[in-house]
């Protein structure tokens, strides 16, 4: 594989990006299909180079392109690191991103900015791509920004509705904070190391486990390096303190949705961590901090899915749940876990909010209690919704349940402090999970039909363009897990995700294996497998119950017993009202200030001078009346001054 | 050795004097023409004194140059104050203040 192909992956989203973007107003419905088969492209040299990866001969290579910046310390080349995590990200960001493609084909049909949103779905590609390949941290960076800046470009996309653009600004801003973190992590790894490349990063990191150079394990400086680089991954990756723009990110059309929360933008923070583990593990402070905030944004996120009404919400709270369970992998140490959860949740929830979509598509509703009955309508979007929310909730074999049981048992057998206390905070998220998902499940496809009569005269199944990458995500929900079954099962050729990360994570296991004491125990595994699949049906149950057998009674009843957890997660722990009266309130008093400054202070100084000038002028002025006799005494004053001071001072 | 101020000068500097005030205060503008004339002759006069008293013939030279241009001065200056007389139907000094515009 050599590296032009490797070029190719995230130039041809750019060329999308650029063909829509200047061409596009002649090219109509016609550059979307070039977005559409330039991302192809990229899934095309994508899968072969990961069937290689997995199965093949393969060397990690790097692909340098040029110098960018060169300046004595600093010397910073634009060049790609292609080994087997790439790999890994590369085959699910491409694919995903190509069924995206595929669906907003006929999603955005006939919206007047068909081209504006494939050029920026195009450079949103490409973003993530420079991010996934980047060989140093400030080429990762770059890609960090761009999904960041396109994310607001297109959660904002809508820009007349009334919500769209602030959600836009929100997400922009959030991430700011998280970037900023990121940007101090960067400068002191360079200030300590004078490198950024991630190699040599990862060689220092190795050399500081065992004591040497300034990352030394568990030292003041490695510590709070890591801990800002996950500030920037909290921000990207949606965790607390910086989740709350993630679900409102759903403002922007549904396909942009699906691509941030299971292909683009949000996996970011998650890939970040796992590509720089051989330095969080020199950290355990750093490392228990990601456990704890992460288990507990599990949760938070999991509780609040559970009552919120309007579909496309549901699924980007279970977003941020979900991706609480991949950091709680990281958190522990199980990086590889993380990663395979990160790649089975792209397929399930890429199809899920596709789903959401060809739904609101359809029914032109998205209120669970306005929606419905739609099974027999759309069939196909019903049964592949269906499926993704069985992966996700973690039915058995399927695809969801293979990387999520992994995660849980990783927290159980992983030894880290509070593993315990972590453990069960996951399963009853665990159990959330299948609950909320099937409730929006329930109240979507199956029961009485709640629409109002014209709407659901209009309720028809999408096009193929639709449905097609609705299928084939489904299919990629039921059976990813098989490229990582349970470690139980052998170590061979069916630990396909674990064997395939084994280069990258080595240095981060070297760590492990001196300092944590993991457990081992097949039959306890087995129990606990059991024990999550039996949880995943009893979740299944309980939404079963609440949302179609004691409908609507039993539902109000439990809101009335349990009234205070049910206000709690119905107003979503009250964060966004916390973050709305104190951080952005403090923010808008400094803003205050600022302007009282502003026009006080520095509009005074200015307008102090122009009223000087003006009453200077006005005396000056008076001496010019045109008078000519008035210029001849003035003269002669002049002249008998200069020459008296000329004789004054001889 | 002392110099001695010759009388002529002191009479130059009155003559200038005169003429200095009068341009100041004359309203008529051929009045003030006709001091300004007064300042030149009060200058040549220096001119004079001063080339003969200091045995230097170059002041006289320059009273030449003077005196001929004052002269070209005075018909270009004449010629203006008929035209703006043509033109508005009195030359005092003080209506004349376009400059100020």
Redesign the interface.
Same mark, same amino acid.
């Given at each position: 594989m050599n590296g032009f192909l490797i070029v190719l992956i995230p130039a041809l989203p750019l060329a999308a990006f650029l063909i829509n973007g200047l061409f596009g107003r002649w090219l109509g419905r016609l550059g979307g299909w070039i977005a559409v088969a330039c991302m192809g492209g990229s899934a095309a040299i994508s899968i072969p180079l990961f069937i290689r990866a997995m199965w093949g001969g393969f060397t990690p290579f790097n692909v340098t392109l040029w110098r960018w910046m060169s300046n004595g310390a600093i010397d910073i080349t634009i060049g790609f690191r292609v080994d087997q995590l790439t790999c890994l990200m590369l085959l699910y960001v491409t694919c995903v991103s190509f069924m995206v493609f595929l669906y907003s084909m006929g999603y955005m049909a006939g919206d007047p900015g068909f081209n504006r949103f494939f050029s920026f779905l195009g450079l949103f590609d490409f973003s993530m791509l420079v991010l996934v390949l980047g060989d140093s941290l400030p080429v990762v960076f770059i890609g960090w920004e761009g999904v960041g800046l396109c994310s607001y470009l297109l959660i904002g996309y809508y820009m007349d509705l009334p919500g769209a653009p602030d959600a836009g600004k929100k997400a922009f801003i959030v991430n700011r904070i998280g970037d900023f973190g990121f940007l101090v992590g960067m400068m002191m790894l360079f200030a300590a190391l004078g490198t950024l490349d991630i190699q040599k990063i990862i060689l220092a990191a190795e050399q500081g486990a065992a004591g040497v150079g300034p990352l030394a394990y568990g030292g003041a400086f490695v510590t709070v390096v890591t801990l800002a680089l996950f500030l920037g991954c909290t921000g990207k990756s949606a965790q607390i303190p910086l989740f709350t723009w993630l679900p409102d990110a759903m403002a922007g059309p549904t396909p942009v949705s699906a691509l941030i929360h299971a292909a683009t933008m949000v996996t970011a923070g998650v890939y970040l961590v796992v590509r720089m583990s051989g330095l969080f593990v020199l950290a355990p402070a750093t490392m228990t901090v990601i456990a704890g905030v992460a288990a507990a944004t599990a949760f938070v996120a999991g509780s609040i899915a559970l009552t919120q009404q309007d579909i496309k919400k549901v699924l980007a709270y279970s977003t941020v749940s979900q991706l609480g369970f991949m950091f709680l992998a990281c958190g522990v140490g199980a990086f590889g876990a993380g990663i395979f959860h990160v790649f089975t949740h792209s397929f399930f929830k890429a199809c899920l909010f596709l789903g959401a979509g060809s739904v609101i598509h359809a029914a032109h509703a998205q209120d669970l209690d306005h929606l419905g009955g739609l099974r027999k309508y759309m069939p196909v979007t019903a049964w592949t919704f269906c499926i993704a929310c069985a992966s996700i909730a973690g039915l058995p074999l399927l695809a969801g349940f293979v990387s999520k049981d992994e995660i849980l048992w990783s927290v159980f057998a992983s030894g880290a402090p509070g593993s315990m206390l972590l453990w069960i905070i996951a399963v009853i998220t665990a159990l959330m999970t299948a609950v909320y998902s099937f409730r929006a499940y329930f109240m979507t496809f199956e029961g009485t039909g709640r629409l109002s009569h014209d709407k659901q005269h209009h309720a028809h199944e999408s096009p193929w363009t639709m449905t097609v990458p609705l299928v084939l995500l489904a299919f990629g929900a039921i059976v990813a897990g098989a490229l990582n079954l349970p470690g139980v099962f052998g170590e061979g050729t069916w630990r396909g995700v674990n064997n395939l990360l084994e280069p990258v994570l080595e240095p981060a296991r070297k760590v492990a294996e001196a300092h944590a004491h993991e457990m081992h125990s097949p039959s306890l595994e087995l129990a606990l497998m059991a024990l999550s699949g039996v949880i995943a049906i009893a979740g299944v149950a309980l939404a079963y119950r609440y949302t179609l057998a004691k409908w609507p009674e039993g539902a109000r009843r439990l809101a009335k017993r349990f009234r205070l957890l049910y206000k709690i997660s119905l107003y979503r722990w009250w964060w966004d009202d916390f973050y709305m009266k104190y951080v952005a309130g403090g923010t808008w008093g400094l803003a205050k200030l600022a302007t009282w400054f502003d026009r006080w202070v520095i509009d005074g100084i200015m307008h102090g001078i122009a009223g000087a000038a003006s009453l200077g002028s006005r005396f000056i002025r008076a001496l010019q009346n045109g008078q000519a006799q008035a210029y001849v005494l003035i003269f002669l004053l002049g002249a008998n001054i200069v020459i008296g001071l000329i004789i004054w001072f001889k | 050795m002392e110099y001695m101020i010759p009388g002529n000068l002191v009479v130059a500097v009155m003559i200038f004097a005169i003429g200095?005030i009068g &341009?100041?205060w004359r309203r008529d503008a051929i009045t &003030?023409f006709m001091c300004i004339e007064l300042m030149f002759n009060a200058a040549n006069l220096g001119f004079i004194t001063l080339a003969q008293s200091l045995g230097k013939p170059e002041g006289v030279a320059v009273f030449l140059f003077v005196i001929t241009i004052a002269a070209a001065e005075a018909a270009v200056g004449l010629a203006l104050f008929i035209k703006i007389f043509d033109d508005r139907e009195n030359i005092e000094?003080?209506k004349?203040?376009?400059?100020?515009?």
């Open positions: - | 200095a &341009i100041m &003030i000094a003080e004349l203040d376009l400059l100020k515009r």
